[in-house]
């Protein structure tokens, strides 16, 4: 989703990183730690057409991530010692990797850079993912897009009329039909992507076998020393528009399934997408009532020792994919830009 705002939002993060405000600052607002956010870490291909390649970074950025870490001199340390470390409020400065969804590439491509440099990370796991039964609909939303030369169809919020013949155009729709279905219940949306996915012929389930490590290889992964497994719920809804109920049990449920899985407690947990319209101060309550030590948000922001009384509502970095720059990674973990941007939004549980 490379929009003005994304060119903007870069534009003002290298002028910060070169204006070495970051470096000072780091010192009062760079907080006592940070979560960072990764989804696929492959290679890069070079499609004209690929809006969501913000969820993806490369090895070598990866790589230069944690060398980053290493100069700062922060302790990479497991989603387990979050919690003490911020009830500790001092100490050095920590940073926790993780992993959203369960992707091959993690395994594939993290895993071994992690290894060199003796990164502990997290893994959020959904088990519908590994199962092969929930799809990932944004990508599916993506090649939808792609395979049609326009978009025309009725919601319960009206109809949608886009045309999709040109590269440009095809980028418009799907920003455009992205947040169309955002407005969405979180049912009407997933039988609207179903529908034309399977019009369009799109291989949902396919992509999901193909980019989602399965129940097998989730095991031996587990087994890796530095790996934690944490849940993201059973399907990947976005728990607040669900009822409680429902949300509850996609939380409770997605544990339960883990546990039962690799014979380990599982402590963690992400809110699928995550942002303030999918996951609210009642999911935040849930997620402790469930059982969860942790669990994160993408809600941008770096971590205070105040943090050690909101342990369901963690704030993260993400690593987007737009942005391969240490200099703005660096600008990220001064705490400057969510810091500001914070000032002017309402922060709040809800
Ligand atoms: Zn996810």
Redesign the pocket.
């Given at each position: 989703m490379a929009s003005l705002r994304h060119q903007a939002i870069g534009a003002a993060l290298r002028m910060l990183a070169a204006t070495r405000l970051d470096r000072l600052a780091a010192q009062s607002l760079g907080g006592q730690g940070v979560i960072l956010t990764f989804?696929h870490v492959r290679l890069a291909t070079d499609r004209e057409f690929s809006e969501n390649r913000l969820l993806e970074v490369t090895p070598s950025f990866l790589e230069s991530v944690l060398r980053l870490l290493r100069e700062l001199d922060y302790d990479i340390v497991p989603m387990d010692a979050v919690p003490a470390r911020l009830s500790s409020g001092q100490g050095r400065r920590f940073a926790a990797i993780t992993f959203?969804?369960g992707y091959a590439d993690t395994r594939d491509y993290a895993l071994p850079i992690l290894k060199r440099f003796e990164a502990p990370f997290t893994v959020?796991v959904?088990p519908g993912f590994a199962d092969r039964l929930a799809p990932l609909w944004w990508l599916d939303l993506e090649d939808i897009v792609r395979a049609r030369p326009n978009i025309d169809l009725t919601l319960s919020t009206g109809r949608v009329v886009l045309p999709a013949r040109t590269p440009l155009e095809k980028r418009s729709a799907f920003r455009q039909l992205y947040w169309r279905m955002r407005a969405l219940p979180e049912a009407e949306m997933r039988e609207t992507i179903a529908l034309m996915a399977a019009d369009s012929r799109v291989d949902t389930m396919g992509r999901v076998a193909r980019l989602c490590l399965d129940w097998a290889a989730l095991r031996d992964f587990s087994r890796e020393s530095l790996v934690t497994i944490g849940a993201?719920s059973l399907n990947?809804p976005r728990l607040r528009l669900l009822p409680e109920e429902a949300a509850r049990h996609e939380m409770a449920a997605s544990k339960a399934r883990l546990e039962a899985e690799f014979g380990k407690p599982v402590k963690h947990f992400?809110y699928?997408?995550?942002d303030p319209t999918s996951a609210g101060a009642r999911d935040f309550r849930l997620a402790g009532e469930v059982g969860f030590e942790t669990a994160v948000t993408t809600r941008p922001g770096v971590l205070f020792p105040e943090h050690a009384s909101a342990l369901h509502a963690l704030p993260r970095l993400s690593m987007n994919g737009l942005y391969q720059s240490t200099d703005l990674v660096r600008a990220l973990l001064s705490g400057l830009p969510s810091g500001l941007a914070n000032r002017f939004r309402r922060v709040n549980a809800d």
């Open positions: 989804h959203d969804d959020y959904v993201h990947h992400a699928p997408v995550g």
